[in-house]
């Protein structure tokens, strides 16, 4: 198997204990990344955490191969138990980190690759095809007792959902939300991939191309486009959770909505992972909303108001009737 730093391709996907981290392409060819992570554990708060943590010095084996080789891959794997989709800035990178305190549990949080699958120029059969097979190779059994997978999604996802529904047609699903006005002073202390342009464009999220692509109405449109589909969807499997509810949410009605009954120790070990800030391990938490509420300007306000309102109020009560 060749080495992709300045290899060739290998050829096929390689074997267990390797999980796929980068899509892209070269000479013409899309190619997917390997990685060799043996039975180490997903417990950083994003997948690339992981991979920079395994690949940092060199130590762990790289290789590539076509990704179109990525549908023949098979290995000792799960079928996810859950997917976590979110609005961004709410929590779901808490839930996520507590739910990898669990030993039994396997927890992908935001990976590039499943990205790269949703977001592929391709037909539906095929992106359909390929996507369930890279969920698939990140969800190997790599550690005995493994028996739940979970997928934290990156929060644009929410507006591939019907995609994610015909690849997962069984798989039951949550949506993390929170406050619009919180959300909206988080992303102006430090603005998210999702809310730039070049990075994801307006038009998967259903917004003009040729409008304005920057400032606080068109962030606010932005997470009006991932709320609203996470609305639409909501009969299909779907479980809203506020961020007020968190963490006990996490096992008190995700969990549960997962199908999953967690043990003494695993409720343990999520409250003991609660205490601590989740994007910053070792730091212990410290509650935000106030601060942010304080923060907010009349600009936010303003498109709150215009772009966001109605369908937070609209989540909230759906959320209420749903019990």
Request: hydrophobic letters at 45%; glycine letters at 8%.
């Given at each position: 198997?060749d080495?992709?730093?300045?290899?060739?391709?290998?050829?096929?996907?390689?074997?267990?204990?390797?999980?796929?981290i980068?899509?892209?392409?070269?000479?013409?060819?899309?190619?997917?990344?390997?990685?060799?992570?043996?039975?180490?554990?997903?417990?950083?708060?994003?997948?690339?955490?992981?991979?920079?943590?395994?690949?940092?010095?060199?130590?762990?084996?790289l290789?590539s191969?076509?990704?179109a080789?990525?549908?023949?891959?098979?290995?000792?794997?799960?079928?996810?138990?859950?997917?976590?989709?979110?609005?961004?800035?709410?929590?779901?990178?808490?839930a996520?980190q507590?739910?990898?305190?669990?030993?039994?549990?396997?927890?992908?949080?935001?990976?590039g690759?499943?990205?790269?699958?949703v977001?592929?120029?391709?037909?539906?059969?095929?992106?359909?095809?390929?996507?369930?097979?890279?969920?698939s190779?990140?969800?190997?059994?790599?550690?005995?007792?493994?028996?739940?997978?979970?997928?934290?999604?990156?929060?644009?996802?929410?507006?591939?959902?019907?995609?994610?529904?015909?690849?997962?047609?069984?798989?039951?699903w949550?949506?993390?939300?929170?406050?619009?006005?919180?959300?909206?002073?988080?992303?102006?202390?430090?603005?998210?991939?999702?809310?730039?342009?070049?990075?994801?464009?307006?038009?998967?999220?259903?917004?003009?191309?040729?409008?304005?692509?920057?400032?606080?109405?068109?962030?606010?449109?932005?997470?009006?486009?991932?709320?609203?589909?996470?609305l639409?969807?909501?009969?299909?499997?779907?479980?809203?959770?506020?961020?007020d509810?968190?963490?006990?949410?996490?096992?008190?009605?995700?969990?549960?909505?997962?199908?999953?009954?967690?043990?003494a120790?695993?409720l343990?070990?999520?409250?003991?992972?609660?205490?601590?800030?989740a994007?910053?391990?070792?730091?212990?938490?410290?509650?935000?909303?106030?601060?942010k509420?304080?923060?907010?300007?009349?600009?936010?306000?303003?498109?709150v108001?215009?772009?966001?309102?109605?369908i937070?109020?609209?989540?909230?009560?759906?959320?209420?009737?749903?019990?």
């Amino acid at each position: 198997m060749d080495v992709a730093d300045g290899g060739k391709p290998a050829e096929g996907p390689p074997g267990p204990g390797w999980l796929p981290i980068r899509v892209h392409q070269t000479g013409g060819q899309m190619l997917l990344d390997w990685v060799f992570f043996g039975d180490r554990r997903l417990a950083e708060p994003f997948y690339e955490d992981s991979v920079v943590q395994v690949r940092t010095g060199g130590g762990a084996p790289l290789v590539s191969a076509p990704l179109a080789d990525l549908a023949n891959w098979t290995g000792p794997s799960l079928e996810p138990t859950g997917l976590i989709f979110h609005m961004s800035r709410c929590g779901s990178t808490l839930a996520s980190q507590m739910l990898a305190a669990c030993p039994a549990n396997i927890v992908v949080s935001e990976a590039g690759p499943v990205d790269a699958m949703v977001r592929l120029e391709a037909t539906d059969e095929k992106r359909i095809k390929l996507l369930r097979a890279m969920v698939s190779a990140l969800g190997q059994v790599r550690n005995p007792g493994e028996s739940r997978y979970v997928l934290k999604l990156d929060s644009w996802h929410a507006r591939a959902l019907p995609l994610w529904r015909r690849a997962f047609p069984q798989t039951p699903w949550a949506f993390l939300y929170r406050e619009p006005a919180e959300v909206m002073v988080s992303h102006a202390r430090r603005t998210g991939m999702q809310m730039v342009a070049s990075l994801v464009p307006p038009a998967f999220y259903g917004i003009d191309p040729d409008g304005q692509t920057w400032g606080e109405d068109y962030r606010a449109q932005v997470l009006a486009a991932i709320c609203g589909s996470a609305l639409r969807e909501h009969a299909s499997g779907g479980l809203l959770v506020s961020y007020d509810e968190l963490p006990r949410a996490v096992w008190t009605r995700i969990l549960p909505h997962f199908g999953v009954t967690p043990s003494a120790e695993e409720l343990a070990a999520m409250a003991a992972a609660a205490r601590f800030d989740a994007k910053s391990p070792g730091v212990p938490f410290s509650a935000d909303a106030a601060a942010k509420r304080d923060q907010t300007t009349t600009a936010i306000d303003a498109a709150v108001e215009r772009r966001l309102a109605e369908i937070y109020r609209k989540l909230e009560c759906l959320r209420a009737s749903a019990g």
